[in-house]
């Protein structure tokens, strides 16, 4: 039998009092206020490593001779990364060489706000940024086009060159050069469309096909335009994914009142200083275009799809 002096019981009682201090249970607390439920009573603040080293396995491991049917789940502090399927992978990959593209030079003339169309083509939200460049086109304008609410064919040489290269510089840029006035001029004068709007549509999918009755589509006749609504309203026909649309596909200009418009924008000085090849158009009937008569071409308009 040992006996313990009074020294060493005292330090036994003080060592007991010390680490009842970071103890988890509630031992200071009223017997009254305890948990009752064992769903809420705390785990131990400090697992140890054995513990914590079966937890992880346990679920990151299947069991020998058995395949799992599930992905690993992540475990805080292990190195098992969740795993992403091919569709969001691709659309990870879409949105981060938009967000790490350098911001392209903008300029105004006029104090246009361009902040609105950056991030919407930042965000590959193309769709809203065709609108936004509509929008933008009536306000740089000047007065009488916002007051009018579109722009007349014969007014459109005359937007100011920094807004329109700014314009087309943001849209080649997220776009990875697919989309752009400017690219849409390379195809209206490149050598398969040679400035014939009826072949220009074709190249860049602004029409569904042929007219109505014809079995194919005809020599010079643009067939029957995709259908156009507002953001949101849905049943529009036009693609605003990068990935499916055809080069050039956008931004989009009106042509169901004739082609006049569309060339003269092409026309822009901001676009390079070679001319647009080919004969303007003018609406008759319907969606048919035919060769101008030097008169109504004053009716191309932009300002909707309309």
Avoid at 31 to 55: C, E, G, M
Avoid at 68 to 95: C, H, I, M, R, Y
């Amino acid at each position: 039998m040992f006996r313990m002096s009074l020294l060493q019981a005292t330090l036994a009682v003080s060592l007991l009092l010390e680490a009842s201090a970071f103890s988890p249970s509630s031992a200071f607390l009223p017997r009254s206020s305890l948990p009752s439920s064992p769903l809420a009573v705390s785990a131990p603040l400090s697992p140890s490593p054995t513990s914590a080293s079966s937890l992880s396995m346990a679920m990151t491991t299947p069991k020998p001779g058995k395949a799992s049917k599930f992905a690993p789940l992540p475990v805080p502090g292990s190195n098992t990364p969740l795993k992403k399927s091919a569709a969001e992978k691709d659309q990870d990959d879409k949105a981060e060489w938009r967000m790490e593209l350098p911001e392209p030079k903008i300029e105004s003339e006029c104090g246009a706000d361009y902040i609105p169309l950056l991030t919407a083509l930042k965000l590959g939200n193309y769709e809203e940024a065709d609108q936004l460049t509509r929008d933008l086109l009536i306000w740089i304008g000047g007065e009488g086009t916002r007051q009018r609410g579109f722009v007349y064919f014969a007014e459109a040489p005359n937007l100011p060159r920094k807004d329109m290269e700014t314009i087309d510089r943001l849209w080649v840029a997220y776009s990875k050069g697919k989309f752009g006035f400017s690219v849409q001029k390379d195809i209206w004068n490149s050598k398969n469309v040679q400035g014939d709007f009826s072949r220009f549509v074709s190249a860049i999918e602004w029409n569904v096909g042929p007219c109505g009755g014809c079995d194919k589509q005809c020599s010079g006749c643009p067939g029957t335009l995709k259908r156009w609504t507002a953001v949101g309203q849905g049943g529009n026909e036009y693609v605003y994914d990068l990935n499916k649309a055809k080069k050039g596909h956008l931004p989009l200009t009106s042509a169901l009142r004739g082609t006049y418009l569309l060339k003269k924008l092409l026309s822009h000085k901001a676009f390079g200083d070679a001319p647009t090849l080919g004969e303007a158009l003018v609406t008759a009937k319907g969606t048919r275009l035919y060769p101008s008569s030097g008169g109504g071409g004053g009716r191309g308009t932009l300002g909707g799809q309309g």
